[in-house]
């Protein structure tokens, strides 16, 4: 059982947004991560809701609470991937992964 | 370009050890964090520990793998190790290291270390 909480799935039609949520952490320092079947994760979201470079603009962060949330607006075939947050906690273990939302693009 | 590259794929007995490597380049290593996770098969993400790749070389581990788990580095050549000793069936996944370019913002990864534990 992970210590962040987010939904197993989540889909959306070509050109719709889809919205992962992810919840058990307060802090500011989360973090959102892309991994396609057979490939090493990739960071597309930290710190709630800044973007590194060549991330596209389609993919936004927010918090409200203890819940994070990311956003994928017009989806795209290539978004179909398993999304993981991660958060940084005053406990140990101190990095918290959630248990991944796989993203179905209709 | 920054570059993140594992060792090869092992295969283990239950109580056998094993070291996985992670070479970086493009970048200071003694600069950032490197953490290991891993991945059991069809399984999510799992935080192991981290160290601090400048001279203190400190780490910390998640209490699961207290005593099991063990990560150094070695400067000199821009490398970190993750050693899990007494291993079992349950260990069976890909390891990755990833360096954390400032809390958490794990920024570049390696290919992974597939680690399979089998009689």
């Known amino acids: 059982q992970s210590a962040l909480t987010q939904p197993p799935s989540a889909s959306g039609s070509s050109g719709q947004s889809v919205t992962i949520s992810c919840t058990g952490s307060s802090s500011d320092y989360v973090s959102w991560l892309q991994q396609h079947p057979g490939k090493a994760p990739k960071l597309i979201i930290y710190?709630?809701?800044k973007r590194p470079s060549g991330v596209p603009d389609r993919f936004s962060g927010s918090k409200s609470g203890n819940t994070a949330s990311l956003t994928v607006s017009g989806l795209q075939a290539e978004d179909e991937a398993d999304y993981y947050c991660?958060?940084?906690?005053?406990?140990?273990?101190?990095?918290?992964f959630g248990g991944g939302t796989k993203v179905t693009v209709l | 370009q920054v570059q993140l590259v594992q060792s090869g794929a092992e295969v283990k007995k239950p109580g056998a050890s094993v070291k996985v490597s992670c070479k970086t380049s493009g970048y200071t290593f003694s600069a950032y964090y490197i953490h290991w996770v891993r991945q059991a098969p069809g399984q999510g993400l799992e935080w192991m520990g981290w160290?601090?790749?400048?001279?203190?070389?400190?780490?910390k581990y998640a209490q699961k793998f207290q005593g099991r788990v063990t990560v150094t580095r070695d400067t000199s050549i821009s490398t970190a190790y993750m050693e899990l000793s007494r291993l079992t069936s349950d260990d069976t996944a890909v390891y990755y290291c990833?360096?954390?370019?400032?809390?958490?913002?794990?920024?570049?990864w390696g290919q992974g270390t597939l680690v399979t534990v089998s009689s």
């Open positions: 991660t958060s940084y906690a005053a406990s140990n273990p101190p990095v918290l």
């Open positions: 710190e709630v809701s």
């Open positions: 160290i601090n790749t400048n001279s203190g070389g400190g780490t």
């Open positions: 990833t360096r954390d370019m400032y809390m958490i913002q794990f920024d570049s």
